[in-house]
């Protein structure tokens, strides 16, 4: 294959991944909307197991068929990873609780500076002045579109801080064990789904009666609801294996960075759908300054220099089979 012909087919996988991501997301998102809002099934925790439910299901269908190929991790990074995993979840539901509207995404937005330092700390990530001026641009877009009250409380910003820190370290894992390992996106979630599943659904009611003093064993269950907890759990498994996917294949940074795209599509299909309200001209600056600054990242991390490993290398392990056509070869080389 020729260099050109190879970079258009890595460019094209690039992109369904991105579009496979950006639609699950979007799709749970208003999905879980109507789940929460409409049928007042508003436990969250629960709810995520139930999505690793499904998504551990999918795997176990996947490796029977023969398109997961037998892989290890060690004990210790997996529960390390399920820990981050669970502390973030249930740190951004604790957090949406105790704090402002407007300090929540805030901290949301913090996570970037964060998976910066991440990656500077561990893997001697070296970014240019480009690079760095247009993560504040996109940082300063979200802001105008979604911040709006701040107050701030100590157990909220506790809240925020563990819920920050725990995602920032989940997604960097993502991302350093499927290099460390070789592991695929399917084999990654193999390993780690059943024990989300597991720990999240023993803990889950529990975290959930604790935030909203209802008992999910006692949600009155109709057609409706069921039907829409069932497209939650369906779509989840899609917005799972391509954030892996899409991690696994860039940086959690540019992840973050490129991925505040769904916040914009999000408010826009609320301007769609539900009218006028939330919609005005600061909103509408900040979505072109967010997309501006998204534009300019991806031009900036991508020239020489702008975004690179000054001296990192991981272990050898044996290679494994590639299970997708989303898990080619070059994605290691990829910062």
């Not at 398109?67 to 979840?89: C, E, G, T």
């Not at 561990?122 to 690079?131: G, L, M």
């Not at 294949?249 to 009218?275: D, E, N, P, S, Y």
């Amino acid at each position: 294959m020729t260099p050109s012909s190879k970079a258009d087919k890595k460019a094209a996988v690039d992109i369904a991944a991105w579009t496979f991501n950006i639609v699950t997301s979007v799709g749970i998102i208003i999905v879980n909307k109507a789940l929460m809002a409409t049928y007042g099934f508003t436990f969250a925790t629960t709810l995520t197991g139930l999505h690793f439910v499904t998504t551990t299901l999918m795997t176990l269908v996947l490796r029977w068929l023969g398109y997961i190929q037998p892989s290890h991790l060690p004990v210790a990074d997996l529960l390390k990873f399920v820990i981050f995993a669970n502390f973030s979840i249930v740190g951004m539901n604790v957090s949406l609780m105790w704090n402002s509207v407007g300090f929540y995404q805030i901290a949301k937005l913090s996570m970037i500076p964060v998976s910066c330092l991440l990656e500077v700390a561990f893997d001697k990530i070296r970014y240019s002045r480009d690079t760095k001026l247009s993560i504040l641009i996109v940082l300063l877009g979200v802001a105008v579109c979604t911040v709006t009250d701040v107050s701030v409380n100590t157990k909220g910003f506790i809240a925020a801080f563990v819920a920050v820190w725990s995602t920032a370290l989940q997604q960097y894992y993502v991302h350093h064990l499927q290099r460390k390992y070789q592991l695929s996106s399917f084999n990654l979630l193999g390993h780690t789904a059943p024990i989300q599943a597991a720990s999240l659904l023993i803990a889950g009611p529990f975290v959930d009666y604790w935030l909203t003093n209802k008992r999910v064993d006692a949600f009155s269950y109709d057609s409706a609801s069921l039907l829409f907890l069932f497209l939650s759990c369906t779509i989840a498994i899609g917005t799972n294996l391509s954030q892996f996917i899409c991690i696994g294949r860039f940086t959690a940074v540019t992840f973050q960075v490129l991925g505040h795209m769904k916040t914009i599509l999000v408010l826009t299909l609320g301007f769609i759908f539900f009218g006028r309200e939330g919609l005005n001209l600061h909103v509408v600056v900040g979505m072109i300054i967010a997309i501006m600054g998204m534009i300019w990242y991806g031009n900036a991390s991508s020239k020489p220099g702008g975004k690179e490993r000054r001296s990192y290398s991981l272990p050898k392990t044996s290679q494994p089979k590639r299970d997708s056509l989303l898990e080619s070869d070059d994605t290691d080389e990829k910062v």
